[in-house]
Nanobody, 128 residues
Framework: QVQVEESGGGLVQAGGSLRLSCSGS????????MGWYRQAPQKQRELVAT???????NYAPSVKGRFSITSDNSMATVSLQMNRLNPEDTAVYYC??????????????????????WGKGTLVTVSS
């Protein structure tokens, strides 16, 4: 089990910046991927950015070049620096921590299963 907690949301004017932070606790040694998703009113939850243990990042096209995700694997923390915010970025932002477990020893090239743990979300509001 991993407990996830976000912080850093708030109200910002269009063109401004905001930084979100997230920390995990519990079985953090099993975390394989950390990231951020968001859900705007009356819309489905969508990917914002993820970062894997080996540093590979993935961004939604709408935030590429404006947002930056960083992490500290040993501390199980992940941050999202959001620049040049616009009203379309208004949403509840959720932190994801995904653990990976192997179904056998490495020498057997085993399959794996992943488990997602979510924070409660933090609201980001961008005013025009």
């Amino acid at each position: 089990q991993v407990q996830v907690e976000e912080s850093g949301g708030g109200l910002v004017q269009a063109g401004g910046s905001l930084r979100l932070s997230c920390s995990g606790s519990g079985n953090i040694e099993d975390i394989n991927v950390m990231g951020w998703y968001r859900q705007a009113p009356q819309k489905q939850r969508e990917l914002v950015a993820t970062i894997s243990n080996d540093g590979n990042t993935n961004y939604a096209p709408s935030v590429k070049g404006r947002f930056s995700i960083t992490s500290d694997n040993s501390m199980a923390t992940v941050s999202l620096q959001m620049n040049r915010l616009n009203p379309e970025d208004t949403a509840v932002y959720y932190c994801l921590m995904q653990t990976r477990h192997l179904r056998g020893p490495l020498i057997d090239n085993p399959s794996h299963y992943d488990t997602d743990y979510w924070g409660k979300g933090t609201l980001v509001t961008v005013s025009s």
